[in-house]
């Protein structure tokens, strides 16, 4: 097949730090070319790829462009892929909006997979646009957000699980590494380090704007050096260590997120996840086996208590076996014969 793969603009796949969309673009790509599909992937030009890639900006565009939320580096870049939409049997859009809107403006297949969450201001588009393109959802729990989508499946991300290190021999501290924002709980693992009386290091990105007021009042009073460490925004590498080394990840989530992909990165790295029941949460981790499911966070401190009891070797195989890349490969390239078959079908 003829792919191509429209990546978000604002980082480089894949990611140097931050940047779920574009490992799981990445490894796509890469397991995709070598299963021999010719594959463009539409990208920034810092990108490292096995495939053909197509650039319009040699590095990412100014981070405060996208802070301050102008559309322009999105509609150039994914207008750059559309240009050469004849080229493709199918274009997969993780680049959100614009590779919907414009899907209409082609007769190639979109395939887009939803890799945010629906929210009141953007269900009004999704359903005008609910036809336009052909819908992957991340999570089942995900599509209960919005049915009436042309949804064609569900299909998990994945990580490369090679690539985490498995250490059954833990430091003394407990993780909690994401982007610094409310959503996911930040002040929530404080709180609980604290009253557990347990080592917390923490690391992520902080935007500018309400996340940087976040940090600034709820987080940073709060870090001592000593029990709570915040490291700030680290490489993969650094992400890699920290999530081996911990006794367990905090994932005291605040709303529904369709996919967590730190929590299975974590488990990759033998660290079991303590999180909360929202979005996908029960469809990632088993409560008992690959960590805990809790409701509250006195429920999360008693967590703590047991995590000695969680078999780290599980973890792993579990993770193995329904996380990884090449099931996700797998699962994409049957959706995908399945929608240009679709297509030629309706084309007559």
């Not at 009141?120 to 036809?131: G, S």
């Amino acid at each position: 097949m003829k792919i191509a793969q429209l990546a978000p603009v604002w980082e480089r796949v894949p990611p140097v730090k931050y940047g779920g969309i574009e490992m799981v673009v990445y490894l796509l790509t890469e397991e995709l070319v070598k299963r021999g599909h010719e594959v463009t992937l539409f990208a920034t030009g810092d990108s490292k790829t096995s495939a053909e890639l197509s650039s319009i900006y040699h590095t990412r565009p100014p981070r405060n462009l996208l802070a301050g939320g102008d559309l322009v580096p999105d509609l150039l870049h994914v207008t750059s892929a559309f240009k050469r939409a004849d080229e493709f049997d199918i274009i997969h859009n993780h680049a959100g909006y614009c590779g919907i809107a414009l899907a209409n403006f082609v007769s190639t297949p979109v395939l887009t997979t939803l890799h945010g969450p629906f929210m009141a201001e953007n269900k009004r588009f999704f359903k005008t646009f609910k036809d336009a393109v052909y819908y992957n959802s991340i999570s089942d729990a995900q599509k209960k957000g919005l049915a009436g989508l042309n949804y064609v499946g569900t299909i998990y991300n994945a990580i490369d699980v090679d690539r985490y290190e498995f250490k059954s021999k833990k430091k003394d501290y407990f993780l909690f590494l994401s982007r610094i924002t409310a959503d996911k709980g930040a002040h929530t693992a404080i709180d609980v380090a604290k009253k557990a009386g347990v080592n917390l290091i923490m690391a992520g990105k902080i935007d500018p704007g309400s996340d940087t007021e976040y940090f600034e009042k709820m987080i940073y009073p709060q870090i001592d050096g000593k029990q709570i460490k915040f490291l700030g925004e680290v490489t993969d590498k650094r992400k890699k260590e920290l999530l081996r080394d911990a006794k367990a990840f905090l994932f005291p989530l605040q709303w529904p997120e369709p996919f967590g992909l730190v929590m299975i990165e974590a488990m990759a790295a033998g660290t079991p996840v303590i999180a909360f029941p929202y979005g996908s949460v029960p469809e990632i981790v088993i409560d008992g086996e690959s960590g805990f499911i809790v409701n509250s966070v006195e429920e999360m401190i008693g967590a703590i208590t047991k995590i000695d009891k969680i078999d780290l070797f599980k973890c792993r195989n579990y993770v193995e076996k329904k996380f990884g890349a090449t099931r996700m490969v797998d699962d994409y390239e049957e959706v995908y014969k399945k929608i240009i078959k679709r297509h030629n079908s309706s084309r007559g």
